[in-house]
C-alpha cells in the first residue's frame, strides 16, 4: 500500500487520472484553478524528478510539481485535499521539493497561488515567501473588435526552426527581463518540444521577422499562448494585433484547439488591451512569491 511522500521521475497514466481527479475536486471546492500546467506534467524528461505525491491508503490526497525551464530558477505548483489540509501534508512536500532544488543548485523558487485560494496564500505567507508579481489569466470568447492598421504589408507565421536560435534569443532578452544566457537556455529547450509551438512572425513578401509567439497543445486540444513578443522596431504599429489574430486562427483551423488561454502580467495594461481587443477575457489571476535559497 503506498502511503506518504513518493518522487517521480515522470507520472504514469494511472497517476496523471490520480492528480486530475485532486485537481478537480480541489478547483470545485474552491471555485478556482490550480495552475498546474498539464501539457509539461505529460512530457517530463527522462531521469529528473519533479513531481511529488502524497499518498494515504492508497489514494493521492497531495500533489506537488516542479516545472524548471532555467537553471537559475523553478516554478512550483501544487494541493491538497480540503479534507485532508492543517496536517502539514505541503509543508512536507514543499520541503522535499526544496531538498531537490538544493541538490540541483537552483537558487530560486517561484510558487504559483491562484488568486481566489485563501489555503494557498496563507501557507505561503507562513513560509515567508515574497509576494513578487501576479498575472491575469485570460480566455478567448469572442472574435473580438478588429482595429485597422496603417499597415498593408501580409504578415505571415512560420514554425520555428533551429537557425532561429539567434532570433529567438534576441527576441526574448528585448521582449522580456532575461539575460542572453537564460534566454539562451530557454530558447534550446523549447523550440525542439514535442508539445510546445514556436512561431516566426514575419512581414511582407520579404519576410523580414518581426517577432515570435509560442502555444503548447493539451491533450484536451485546448491551447495556451506563451512567449509572444515583437522586435521593438515594429510595437505600437498593430502589427503585434496582426501576428496573434494569425495565430489564433491557425490554432483553431490547423490544431483545431477547443479553447484559448494566454496570461498577462497585471501591470501590462497594453499588452491587455490588445488581449481584450482580440476577444480574450479575463477569467481569474494568479499570484507569485518567491523564496531565494542560501
Not at 36 to 42: D, I, Q, R, S, V
Not at 100 to 108: A, D, G, L, S
Not at 220 to 241: H, L, Q, T, W
Not at 263 to 275: F, I, P
Amino acid at each position: 500500500m503506498r502511503q506518504g511522500v513518493q518522487g517521480r521521475a515522470g507520472l504514469s497514466t494511472e497517476e496523471l487520472a490520480e492528480v486530475r481527479e485532486l485537481w478537480d475536486f480541489c478547483n470545485k471546492n474552491e471555485q478556482i484553478e490550480i495552475k498546474l500546467n498539464w501539457g509539461t506534467l505529460t512530457s517530463r524528461p527522462i531521469g529528473i524528478t519533479n513531481d511529488f505525491l502524497y499518498y494515504e491508503n492508497d489514494r493521492v490526497i497531495g500533489f506537488l510539481a516542479i516545472y524548471s525551464f532555467l537553471s537559475t530558477e523553478v516554478e512550483i505548483s501544487g494541493m491538497v485535499h480540503p479534507d485532508a489540509r492543517r496536517q502539514g501534508i505541503f509543508g512536507q512536500l514543499v520541503q522535499i521539493a526544496i531538498e531537490e532544488c538544493r541538490r540541483r543548485e537552483i537558487p530560486k523558487l517561484i510558487f504559483i497561488n491562484e488568486r481566489g485560494s485563501t489555503s494557498g496564500k496563507a501557507f505561503l505567507t507562513n513560509l515567508e515567501a515574497r509576494y513578487s508579481f501576479s498575472e491575469y489569466v485570460m480566455e478567448l470568447k469572442s472574435e473580438g473588435t478588429e482595429i485597422l492598421s496603417t499597415e498593408t504589408q501580409k504578415v505571415q507565421i512560420r514554425p520555428a526552426v533551429k537557425e532561429d536560435v539567434e532570433l529567438l534569443v534576441q527576441l526574448n532578452v528585448s521582449g522580456f527581463t532575461m539575460t542572453e544566457t537564460d534566454a539562451r537556455e530557454y530558447v534550446l529547450q523549447t523550440i525542439e518540444g514535442d508539445k510546445e509551438l514556436t512561431w516566426i512572425a514575419e512581414l511582407g513578401e520579404d519576410r523580414i521577422p518581426v517577432g515570435k509567439i509560442g502555444a503548447m497543445i493539451e491533450a484536451d486540444a485546448s491551447a495556451f499562448i506563451y512567449g509572444f513578443c515583437m522586435s521593438p522596431a515594429f510595437r505600437g504599429k498593430g502589427v503585434g494585433r496582426r501576428v496573434l489574430r494569425q495565430t489564433l486562427e491557425d490554432l483553431q483551423n490547423k490544431y483545431k484547439a477547443s479553447s484559448i488561454k494566454l496570461e498577462v502580467s497585471v501591470e501590462n495594461e497594453g499588452a491587455l488591451g490588445l488581449y481584450q481587443s482580440c476577444g480574450f477575457q479575463t477569467k481569474n489571476a494568479n499570484d507569485y512569491y518567491v523564496i531565494l535559497l542560501d
